[in-house]
Nanobody, 124 residues
Framework: QVHLVESGGGLVQAGGSLKLSCAAS????????MGWFRQAPGKEREIVAA????????DYADSVIGRFTISREKAKYTMYLQMNSLSPEDTAVYYC?????????????????WGQGTQVTVSS
């Protein structure tokens, strides 16, 4: 079993920045691809960004390209999401997810472990 804990969420004004962190523990040897998802009230959970095991391959939702950056520290089994130029449309609960997929995963069904989520609220 893999345990994921997110941190770094909060309230920020439009145009501001936040950095989310996700720490993995437990049977981390089974974790390869990781990603960030978000879910706003009344909407489905959507991929925000994904990163491969090496960190060399990344993928982003169109809506965050140029504003968000995903990264990871393999040695610490930690993943980050730097979010800049935030807008009220980014308001959601952000979830960290881990997959046993060998390269990169962008669909929720490809992920096997999920964190509890951290709230990000962007005020206008």
């Amino acid at each position: 079993q893999v345990h994921l804990v997110e941190s770094g969420g909060g309230l920020v004004q439009a145009g501001g920045s936040l950095k989310l962190s996700c720490a993995a523990s437990g049977h981390t040897v089974s974790v390869f691809a990781m990603g960030w998802f978000r879910q706003a009230p009344g909407k489905e959970r959507e991929i925000v960004a994904a990163v491969s095991w090496s960190g060399g391959i990344t993928d982003y939702a169109d809506s965050v390209i140029g504003r968000f950056t995903i990264s990871r520290e393999k040695a610490k089994y930690t993943m980050y999401l730097q979010m800049n130029s935030l807008s009220p449309e980014d308001t959601a609960v952000y979830y960290c997810a881990a997959s046993t997929e060998p390269l990169i995963a962008t669909l929720p069904d490809e992920y096997h472990y999920w964190g509890q989520g951290t709230q990000v609220t962007v005020s206008s």
